[in-house]
């Protein structure tokens, strides 16, 4: 199990010490969210934070673009030390999916596909093959501290018998109100990388990554 301590949640005051407990708690990934006011009602972070980010920890920089273009987006992080770029499917017209997908990939990053609570599912099975994870969003993406959508782990367990079906061993990672009791929910499930923003940050950061991991 893969825990992506999201740093949205993170207290900006405390930075330097709260990256020291995250990179000795265990977690493998670093969750970044990117949004752009106008795909979510909220802006968060530039690449130059992301670059910060980077000379704070070695951990594997996961970056979740909640944006209108992520093509032109990914093209500010993609240089600034992302090793995923995972982006919305609700962003990006049909035919220019795989095209997106390829073009990460050609950049040297792992590629990710998003998507939202009431998105249904069905759209994402025609790019089963090309991403590297799916990523099923828990909450509507925009704010931390959200209340998990219970209808979350039928949609994990649906996709992870697609996959199975294919062969593959994608990853499914799940963003948005997951603690101790959601995690085991999503777990059964068939997810393999865990998001958390609030729950991690708002205590003993070690402690909570154990609880997950
Ligand atoms: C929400 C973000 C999440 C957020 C999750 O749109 O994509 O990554 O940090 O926060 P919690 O874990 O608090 O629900
Ligand atoms: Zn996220």
Redesign the pocket.
Known sequence: MIVAP?V??LDYSRMNEQMQEVNASGAQWL?F?V?DGHF?P?LTFGPDILKGFCKLSSLFMDV?L?VDDPRKVCDFFLPAGADMITFHIEAVEPEKIRELAEYLHSKGVQAGLAIKPNTPLELLKPYLHDFDMFLI??????????A?NEGAPERISTLRSWLNEEGLDTHIEV????NAETAVKVKEAGADVL??????FKDDIRKAVKSLG
């Open positions: 999201s949205l949640s969750h969210d949004m979510v909220n979740h909640m969003m828990c909450v509507e993406p925009g704010f931390g501290g959200q998990f963003d948005g109100g997951i998001v958390a923003g609030s729950y991690i």
